[in-house]
């Protein structure tokens, strides 16, 4: 069992993420508005940087390579754990999104309001599962670059799922702004 709780399983569940990412991103409905390039390009620089510091292995981040937590099998596993749920849950949410999903802020020809499946509680579940996945990540790696880089990331969705709200109320108004009430942004709202 022990052979699982290992950075190979950790990056065996990203590349599962990516190549299913990469194949479902085939088949989309085409874009009819994004948002500006440049705040594409600052998310992707910020993801960029916040991956790196999460997944970069033998490089020297100073006082960040200092561990936060103790290098134990029992953390490691919550965090295998953890790193399968979110993927697992990104993955869930992006094949429910379907043909609507885009890595830009858009709005597709035809676009519909997903309120179906993981949408049907939660506004961002691909986040969510991403978000979950890079905690687990960033347990598994136990020092604190990992810290910062998981940071950097939550930031960076937060932004981008704030500008894909604002397009999403000029689409859809009031329908949009009901489903805002009853969900949460990225947990299920309680009451």
Same mark, same amino acid.
């Given at each position: 069992?022990?052979?699982?709780?290992?950075?190979?399983?950790?990056?065996?569940?990203?590349?599962?993420?990516?190549?299913?990412?990469?194949?479902?991103?085939?088949? %989309?409905?085409?874009?009819?508005?994004?948002?500006?390039?440049?705040?594409?390009?600052?998310?992707?620089?910020?993801?960029?940087?916040?991956?790196?510091?999460?997944?970069?292995?033998? +490089?020297?981040?100073?006082?960040?390579?200092? !561990?936060?937590?103790?290098?134990?099998?029992?953390?490691?596993?919550?965090?295998?754990?953890?790193?399968?749920?979110? +993927?697992?849950?990104?993955?869930?949410?992006?094949?429910?999104?379907?043909?609507?999903?885009?890595? !830009?802020?858009?709005?597709?020809?035809?676009?519909?309001?997903?309120?179906?499946?993981?949408?049907?509680? %939660?506004?961002?579940?691909?986040?969510?599962?991403?978000?979950?996945?890079?905690?687990?990540?960033?347990?598994? +790696?136990?020092?604190?670059?990992?810290?910062?880089? %998981?940071?950097?990331?939550? +930031?960076?969705?937060?932004?981008?799922?704030? !500008?894909?709200?604002?397009?999403?109320?000029?689409?859809?108004?009031?329908?949009?702004?009901?489903?805002?009430?009853?969900?949460?942004?990225?947990?299920?709202?309680?009451?």
């Amino acid at each position: 069992m022990n052979f699982l709780i290992s950075w190979n399983t950790v990056s065996a569940l990203w590349i599962v993420f990516c190549v299913y990412w990469t194949f479902s991103a085939l088949r %989309v409905k085409r874009t009819r508005h994004t948002e500006p390039s440049a705040l594409r390009l600052a998310t992707v620089a910020v993801l960029a940087f916040g991956s790196f510091l999460v997944f970069s292995r033998n +490089v020297d981040f100073g006082i960040l390579s200092h !561990r936060f937590i103790p290098d134990n099998i029992l953390i490691k596993g919550i965090a295998v754990t953890l790193v399968a749920c979110g +993927v697992a849950v990104a993955i869930w949410a992006r094949r429910h999104l379907g043909e609507f999903w885009s890595a !830009r802020v858009t709005l597709k020809e035809d676009h519909q309001l997903i309120q179906t499946g993981p949408y049907a509680r %939660v506004r961002h579940p691909i986040y969510s599962g991403l978000l979950l996945a890079m905690i687990g990540t960033g347990l598994f +790696v136990g020092e604190w670059r990992a810290v910062m880089g %998981v940071l950097l990331i939550f +930031v960076s969705h937060g932004l981008k799922a704030l !500008r894909e709200e604002k397009m999403l109320i000029s689409q859809f108004g009031s329908t949009y702004e009901e489903y805002r009430r009853r969900t949460g942004s990225l947990v299920p709202r309680l009451l």
